[in-house]
């Protein structure tokens, strides 16, 4: 069965860095696309990054453009989101999400992906 698993969340400065990982199950990692969307309270959950399949494409929302980095290992079978330069406004649940790339050959900052992890907490206060 197919599963997400999201963690390295927690408490970080203004400023700051914080990476946060997504490890796969059931599924080989490389022939997905993998998102990274977020949810702060009261508001809508939005896209912010993701990576396309074997070797292709990355996409980044304006929001994060030039602070966060996604990358995939796929020795571990896991993504990861490199975020830099962390504000208050990135406060939010971290989720990952996963679609064939049979299905989406080039990703997507849309709720096209099937697959969810749990998400993780990233909190950005001083």
């Known amino acids: 069965q197919l599963q997400l698993v999201e963690s390295g969340g927690g408490l970080v400065q203004p400023g700051g860095s914080l990476t946060v990982s997504c490890e796969a199950s059931g599924f080989t990692l490389d022939y997905y696309a993998i998102g990274w969307f977020r949810q702060a309270p009261g508001k809508e959950r939005e896209g912010v990054s993701c990576i396309s399949s074997r070797g292709g494409s990355t996409l980044y929302a304006d929001s994060v453009k030039g602070r966060f980095t996604i990358s995939r290992d796929n020795a571990k079978n896991t993504v990861y989101l490199r975020m830099n330069s962390l504000k208050p406004e990135d406060t939010a649940i971290y989720y990952c999400?996963?679609?064939?790339?049979?299905?989406?050959?080039?990703?997507?900052?849309?709720?096209?992906?099937?697959?969810w992890g749990q998400g993780t907490q990233v909190t950005v206060s001083s």
């Open positions: 999400a996963a679609v064939h790339g049979l299905e989406l050959r080039q990703c997507v900052l849309e709720f096209r992906y099937p697959y």
